[in-house]
């Protein structure tokens, strides 16, 4: 994951120039930001002890997308590729530990690896046939294909068709405690997703992804190979997103087609990576605090609001959630993040 090989002199040079573009316009010093990353995991760490069950709820699953935003922004964010794929790898996870539960009793611990496995060879057959695609062809190219996936799925007898697959978790363990252990599960899978994304960035691979992103032409007549570097990209947000679809299958206990490949989620993801900034592996840890808290707040105090004499629909916050979307895509294009630590070059337009 660290080196490109081989390199040529050509690709050194595409690697040099995007290195040296990120590295000269960093405005804060190199231990800030890790350290906030660091505060924010120390700083949850005993509240799956602490909290009440609704907020415990509520932080599992700001880590649920954590996990799949960090994934989704290896080849979004640093690649300059918007795609609706993570919930597409999401629901290949979730359907296979949900198989594997049903058909062999499996619990969670055994079920994640498979499930990022088969996330990982959807991704592996999606890399092929679209990452020659570019710009809105490829982002329409996914959501096409994440309606595909939906109604094959539906109609697949063996995953239970429409009705979906119910997940069975032990019996011997209260509701208090079966949410610390998902919370705990969680926190400890986005912080690995969030040190594989730290590494990204750091490395060969992370600065040929932001040559991609600037200049994809350019790179490659300097000799980054970038079919090779996006595939890469979306096989590891893959087995991110399908591992965590693997626990996320076992935390809900029930999935169906339509919940499991949700374009909600596909657009939270995007949503939480433009809000915490993109191409920074800080940016899906702030944007999934805002984008997950901000919606459950909406969502419990909308529906209360009289307005004019007349009452606000649940859909409102999702039209909020747009309107924030729209002003971060034109004003603050580099998010939360690229207001502490300055960068330039291309971003995506969504």
């Known amino acids: 994951m660290n080196d490109i090989k ?25 231990w800030v930001l890790p350290a906030v990353g660091g505060a924010i995991f120390l700083a949850m760490a005993p509240l799956g002890y602490l909290s009440g069950l609704g907020l415990l709820t509520t932080l599992t699953s700001i880590l649920f997308y954590v996990i799949v935003a960090q994934g989704w922004n290896l080849l979004g964010g640093y690649g300059g590729y918007l795609n609706f794929g993570a919930a597409l790898f999401v629901g290949a996870g979730a359907y296979m ?20 496995l088969a996330a990982v060879v959807v991704s592996v057959i999606i890399g092929y046939a679209t990452l020659r695609l570019r710009s809105h062809y490829f982002a329409i190219f996914t959501l096409i294909l994440l309606f595909l996936a939906l109604t094959i799925v539906k109609n697949t ?14 019996n011997d363990i209260s509701s208090r405690d079966l949410a610390a252990l998902f919370f705990y599960l969680m926190l400890g899978l986005s912080l690995i997703a969030t040190v594989i994304a730290y590494a990204v960035e750091h490395s060969n691979f992370g600065y040929a992804l932001r040559a991609i992103s600037e200049d994809e032409p350019a790179a490659q007549v300097l000799g980054v190979k970038t079919v090779q570097v996006k595939l890469r990209a979306l096989v590891i ?25 949700s374009v909600k989620i596909a657009l939270d993801i995007v949503l939480v990576c433009v809000i915490g900034g993109l191409g920074s592996w800080l940016g899906p840890l702030i ?16 529906p209360g609001v009289d307005l004019f004499g007349f009452d606000l629909p649940n859909e409102t916050n999702r039209l909020i959630l747009g309107v924030i979307l729209i002003i971060f895509a034109l004003f603050i294009r580099r998010g939360i993040v690229g207001l502490l630590n300055r960068r330039r070059g291309r971003q995506i337009s969504v």
């Open 6 to 30: 081989p390199a040529t002199p050509t690709e050194n040079i595409a690697l040099a120039q995007a290195k040296s573009s990120a590295v000269a316009t960093r405005s804060l010093p190199r």
């Open 97 to 116: 530990a949900a198989w594997l539960n049903n058909s062999f009793g499996w619990p969670v611990w055994y079920t994640l690896i498979p499930g990022a």
């Open 157 to 170: 007898p063996a995953l239970g068709g429409a009705t979906g697959l119910f997940v069975r978790v032990g």
């Open 237 to 261: 947000g893959a087995a991110l997103g399908g591992t965590a679809g693997a626990a996320w299958a076992f935390l809900t206990g029930y999935i169906e087609p339509t919940g499991a490949f």
């Open 287 to 302: 944007g999934s605090f805002i984008v997950v808290g901000l919606e459950q707040f909406l969502r419990v105090t909308l």
